[in-house]
């Protein structure tokens, strides 16, 4: 299985364990991601407050790159999955839209016509390579370890990931797959806050509150996710919540990648378990 | 008056009726006239307890021509793009666009409460346009010096945290072609209409 590969920027940084996890277990299914030439920012939610042709613009430029490769683009974040399905969605339905940003692409020789589907990487494991295929490549299965599966807004809607966009099971499932147990978690497609954490802090920590009690209600050890956005928020800021609202949260904020990886018995240090700043070996290390 | 408090009258002439037209020019745009105002937009945002006016409101008020109040609430700054109330609208408006439009038009015309998400929006900008890239420990140490240097030392023990466990490095990534996407940039703020 032979993809085009867009990590996007947060990968580069906040989300560095999700980048190594997510090559660590593609290697494990075989999967080759072959990354995108000299890829640019995907504009996050940024771009879209200041113009949204810019925005369209360079997830058009990034889907020209991808087209050198194929015709599936796959990503791990959630936020870079929407703008590059978004993009695609209103280049097909707005000619208008279509026109200014084959002008703008033009100013750098490129022209986009369509022709690629981007996934989010979560699918190309469930639904691509499969859940019998994972099952078989389980070396210590995660029994016993009840895990929330949080899937965030973005991979769920407006351009969800092919799954009940209210009651997502794509990565319950997946997690069955891999031993664990996942937990009712009925804020799994509620949001984290996103970027509010750098606009009304105090708003996105009550997310992020509500999102740890929710966990904790239902006896999660870890939640897990799909985006470096929701991991950064939960995790980095797992103590500014605890200050903000006197609690005592200390559950780990793991990727679905690093889960699977454990599970395959995969070193640890390849899938970045030490860099959570909730410290996650605690729940990971009796299956090592 | 029986209890009843009066209410604030605005009178048509504040009224600025070619504001719908506004909305009406983004793609979709004009479906806003299909709302029936039935507030399940209000009822699935996670943040509407934390709005000044809910969605159903600002719909209404976009309506009315209340240009001024909508485009100054604290409504469009709340707004996590989180796409709730866009998936749930029975009449399919596009309310999250909506929202980034209004958000656009604010920062455009410096609108005083567009201040902190209008600093993250420019560094997240000055940044891609230079590097072609987001390099997140510059945009956040921009963000914070650019808005509240000293609530930015609340933020240290975060920025700390993410640096020792290699979250944060020193120097960002540039892409090779950055001349050729700075033009694309270039062109698309020209032809972009904001």
Redesign the interface.
Known sequence: MRYAYYPG??L??????YEESVAAVAKALGIELVELE????C????????????SF??SA?NLCQAKKIGDTLVTACSACY?NLRKTEA?LA??P??KG??D????????RYDGGVTTKHFLQTVVQDVGLDRIKSLVKHPLTGLRVAPYYG??I???YGIEDD?DNPTMMDKLLTAIGATPTYYPLK???C????M???K???L??CRNLLLCAQQYDAQCIVVTCPLCQ?NLD??Q??VNKTYGTNFNLPILYFTQLMGVSFGLDSKGLGL????VPATGVTAKYA | MNGVEQQTVIYEKAMDLNFLDEIYH???GEKIKDCIQCGTCSGSC??SW?MEETPRQIFAMIRAGMRDKVLNS?TI??C?????C??RCPQEIKI?DIM??L??MA?RENRQRSK??AA???A??EI?NKK??????SL?AK?VLGTNPLGGI?LA??GI??FT?????MF??S???IK??Q???????E????
């Open positions: 920027c947060s580069e940084a906040t989300g560095r364990p000299d890829w640019n920012c504009g996050a939610t940024a771009y879209m407050s200041i113009n949204e042709v810019l613009s360079l430029r929407t209103y339905d707005f208008e839209i200014k940003v002008t703008a692409l033009a100013e750098a020789g490129l807004c973005q769920a809607r407006p966009a497609t509620m949001c806050g996103g970027s509010l750098g606009i009304r105090e708003v996105a009550r997310l950064m980095a800021f103590s500014s030490n860099d959570c700043i | 983004i793609p979709g996670p943040v934390a604290i700054w709340t996590a793009s989180c796409y709730q866009m998936h999250t980034y439009m958000k656009r920062i902190n998400a993250l929006s420019r997240f900008f891609v072609g890239r987001n390099h997140e420990t956040m963000v609340s023990p975060v945290g993410l466990h290699h979250r944060l490095p960002g990534k892409i090779r072609d050729g996407l033009k694309i940039v270039a062109k698309a703020k032809i972009g209409g904001e």
